[in-house]
């Protein structure tokens, strides 16, 4: 296969692609279809559809990529650090459960907002839609890649018509679609999978990739350190994870976020052993380790890691339209997929003005704003990798408010002391801030993980701190009212004797 029969077969596939999907997909007609994923007849997803769905959309293609360069930097390390992030998968089931099981809750933002109050909900929502408007272009930036180098006509086109073809299913189906369609794409990452392993195994043998790389600090465990410090933070702003956690019954959403958790972090460390095989013989992979090492293979295994890449970053992409259109209509208007109004929204009068409109036409709408909006960092040249490490570390502060979230005391002032110091932090560390005081060993990563392990201990004080504020302040208040009716009490028996006498 020469390069123009590939470039022609690479264009046939994304339209086929986004054709095939549109196909699959069941047009949504209900709320319940289009933002919970219920079937025609209302009834949830099952166990086998949510394991794969939370599998795959953390199986996303720069995800692929981020742990293949690793495993070309440092070996086998380098795939299992970036597997220390795919703990968030179980840890962010335990505490959707729990929370599940003690509120009423619909969602993250709903908890948030009854629990900690409606600045801290728009705050916490502020952070996601961050989070979301990273996975748009950081996806289709991947797909972009292999039509052509960054900057060119070709990448931008690329970029372009994959978006489409994602906003159109996805505008067909909302999150049912999603589910259905990630059944299909799972599938197609085993088969891929085998497939990259069937190259790279015996190329380079499986003894020598598994014991590849350093055991040290500096070797790329120091990552792996931050990979799992931010695992009890990293996944409450990812609502194209989160989301999920309210679409089925408690006890099978558990089991769903346990299973997928385990299967998604083999899963990610296998993908890493492309980069490994770099690694190993030495191929110079820049930003973007799959696609060197598949152009090294020939034009058939690059034609076949790309359809791997379009698959993976499809499935988060159609994931993250949906998170994008629920958080708009749930987290922001309130309206509940089971017909209901919530009230505990950050901003009651623009909820109103939502709640003007029909739900699916504003999801509809949020889609097609994103793709736009998503895509423009394209432009700028945003690199992939520091999407997860540099938001990772803002919003280390999620981890004590939701996994602490049993400390009843805890109000306003504890979400506000421990969600805004690592929001300036995370800013100051993508400005190129970090003191070196802080420094964890000698290592690439060792700046990044001082500063992580200095702000996990800041994040769990000021959690606490506030917690104690937001306890006096109730007790100041229940002594306040209590001198108010006291006085009152003495005015009234005062009156009631002067008029006695």
Known sequence: MSVDSLMFWLWGVMIGYGVVMYVLSPRARTVGQFYAARDRSGREVGLGLL?????????????????????????????????????SIPVAGVVIYD???????????????????????????????????????SNTAVVAAYFGASGTPEYYAAAVIFAVVTLAYSWRGGLRASVLTDALQSGLAVFLLVFVLGLVVPETGSTELVTSGD???????????????????????????????FIARPKKMLWGYLIAGVVAAVFIVLFGLIGVHAYLTGIEVGEDAPLRV??????AVLAGMSV??????????????????????????GMVPDGQISEAVPLPKLASWIRQYDPLVVGRTV????????????????????????????????APIFVLHRVESAGPWAFHLAFWPAVVAGVGVAAGWSPDWLVVGDGRYGSLLGVNLALTVLVVLGFFVGALLDQLQLRFRATKAGIVLAVGALLCAGSAGAEEQ
Do not use: C
């Open 215 to 245: 055991w040290a600090l500096k070797a790329g465990v120091d990552l792996l350190l931050v990979g799992l410090l931010q695992s009890f933070s990293y996944p409450f702003h990812d609502p194209v994870l989160t989301d999920r956690g």
């Open 51 to 87: 394991v794969g769905s939370i599998a795959i959309t953390w199986l996303f293609a720069k995800s692929i990529t981020n742990a293949a360069n690793l495993g070309a930097d440092f070996g086998i390390v380098g795939a299992v650090a970036y597997a220390g992030w795919y703990l």
């Open 294 to 299: 598949a152009q090294v293979f020939g034009v």
């Open 99 to 137: 929370i599940r099981n003690r509120t009423q809750a619909s969602s993250l933002s709903a908890f948030v907002a009854a629990k900690y109050g409606r600045l801290a909900s728009l705050g916490f929502l502020i952070a996601i839609l961050i989070r979301l408007f990273n996975e748009v272009w």
């Open 367 to 398: 889609m097609a704003v994103t793709v736009v909006v998503g895509s423009v960092p394209l432009v700028a040249g945003a690199e992939i990798l520091s999407a997860t490490t540099v938001s990772g570390t803002m919003v280390l502060g999620l």
């Open 308 to 333: 791997l890449m379009m698959m993976s970053a499809g499935s988060t992409l159609d994931s993250t339209l949906n998170s994008f259109a629920r958080a708009t209509t749930q987290d922001l208007g």
